[in-house]
């Protein structure tokens, strides 16, 4: 919500007093704060559109901008600078044409693309995670979007801590600054212009759709989509396994990577996690519900899973689900590796052993009684969301009481009942027939597949989202 002021004319004065005594002290020492912004401005070009400034402080930016007529939203963490910005916006009588906010710059309360300009000066020294800061403004910056972005070179720096110093108080820098904030740009697609001044570093960054095409194109090697899912909307997926063949300890007869040549059961290292960071951190904007860990295999078969997991949410926002095949749940190591996910879905298909083999075609050696006790011990210990998924054919459609009563001794806390809709190699059960498989499961909060939309999404690149999705997208 904006914030709304009052003021006196007492309090307009006063604090416009103590601005011209602040902007009047550095510009003595060399730094002249307003001749600064005239000149971001002019390096700025034509500003089309929405502005956004995140990193209000006194406001001299948002005065500059309004007084070339601008109508700005600003956003700062600290409502007394808030206060003090609007009060000498006030004193112009251009308060107008701001908007205050009290907002977080590393979680912006904006939708995706809402802006066409962002403007963040002499905020990013105090700024310390440069991949959530980034994230959150590329996020917010329309598609051809610009970002204005400024702040002390060595000299200014100098004269702000000399200043501060003088008042008894020591200026806290980051170490973020122009190297840092290039090295994100580029390596995002942004074509940047980086502009050396008297006491500032200008970068004036645009959003190019093309520059990230570029970038895109051949890169995505272990994520793919994002995919319609059923049960979790767009679904962007990570493939932890990445393996031209598919890796699994089960041959299910409905798998639509084909059949299982050769069942792995041993766990083991495929991929380092900073691979899927750094294709992760070139995502062209798209939107994503879920991340899921998926792909060529059984995502639990990686044994630094649960690393992957947790790099994954220090810098995405979105919730992270795994879809498991359950085999592995039995191993202790593996139930804590999937702690940290926000969904977990696990497999199961059968009541009985002899259904188990046929349908699941297991490694040698794994038992359903196996697979239901690591499910069991897993639903005991997981505090997230746990989903059950279960597969209906011709095989177990006769079984569907059986499988509910499974179902309700598991208490998951959604049951997902699906039918190979996708092309395989066994048949589908008809809508018919699976609104008499959802029969069996009242009072388990099921979904069926035949009862949900699936969302039209745009994959990222098709090449690798057929690798994991069969025949079709
Ligand atoms: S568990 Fe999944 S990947 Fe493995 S065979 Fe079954 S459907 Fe295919």
């Not at 939203?73 to 308060?95: F, I, P, Q, W, Y």
């Not at 990570?238 to 890796?247: A, L, T």
């Amino acid at each position: 919500m904006d914030a709304i002021w009052e003021f006196t004319d007492k309090e307009i004065k006063a604090n416009r007093r103590v601005f011209e005594e602040r902007t009047g002290l550095y510009r003595k020492k060399g730094l002249d704060l307003l001749k600064a912004r005239e000149i971001i401005l002019k390096r700025s070009g034509k500003l089309k559109g929405k502005i956004l400034e995140i990193g209000t402080g006194r406001g001299v930016t948002a005065l500059a901008l309004a007084r070339a007529g601008h109508r700005i939203t600003s956003v700062d963490n600290d409502r007394g600078m808030l206060k003090v910005a609007a009060l000498n916006l006030c004193h112009e009588k251009l308060l107008s044409k701001a908007s205050f906010r009290v907002m977080d710059a590393y979680s912006l309360e904006f939708k995706d693309r809402s802006f066409d300009n962002v403007f963040v000066v002499e905020a990013l020294h105090h700024l310390y995670d440069a991949e959530r800061f980034f994230g959150e403004v590329d996020r917010v910056l329309s598609d051809r979007g610009k970002l204005i972005l400024a702040d002390f070179n060595t000299k200014g720096k100098a004269i702000i801590g000399h200043v501060h110093l003088s008042e008894g108080r020591k200026h806290k820098i980051s170490p973020l600054g122009k190297r840092e904030a290039k090295s994100w740009l580029i390596g995002h697609g942004y074509e940047i212009k980086i502009y050396d001044e008297d006491c500032h570093w200008v970068i004036i960054a645009e959003k190019t759709l093309k520059e990230r095409r570029k970038l895109g194109k051949g890169i995505y090697e272990h994520i793919y989509g994002p995919v319609p899912s059923w049960r979790l909307g767009a679904s962007l997926g990570i493939d932890p396994i990445s393996s031209d063949r598919k890796m699994c300890n089960f041959d299910c007869v409905y798998c639509q990577l084909g059949r299982t040549k050769g069942r792995v059961s041993k766990r083991k290292t495929f991929i380092a996690p900073e691979k899927i960071l750094e294709e992760l951190k070139c995502l062209p904007p798209v939107t994503i519900d879920y991340i899921t860990f998926s792909g060529t295999g059984e995502p639990t078969m990686a044994a630094n899973l649960g690393e992957m997991i947790r790099e994954v949410k220090k810098i995405r926002r979105e919730p992270v689900a795994v879809l498991t095949n359950s085999s592995y749940l039995c191993d202790r190591s593996v139930r804590k590796a999937l702690l940290p996910a926000d969904l977990v879905a696990v497999k199961l298909d059968a009541p009985s052993e002899e259904l188990f083999q046929k349908i699941n075609r297991p490694a040698r050696g794994l038992t359903l009684k196996k697979v239901i006790k690591g499910i069991k011990a897993f639903r005991r210990e997981y505090k997230g969301k746990l989903a059950l998924q279960m597969m209906f054919l011709e095989y177990n459609f006769f079984e569907a009481s059986e499988m509910a009563s499974l179902a309700r001794d598991i208490g998951a806390d959604e049951v997902e009942l699906n039918t190979p809709l996708r092309p395989c190699a066994v048949k589908s059960l008809t809508r018919k027939e699976m609104e008499d498989v959802k029969r069996h499961f009242r009072g388990s909060n099921a979904i069926s597949v035949y009862e949900k939309e699936k969302n039209k999404v745009r994959p990222i690149s098709d090449k690798e989202t057929m690798r994991r999705r069969g025949k079709k997208i």
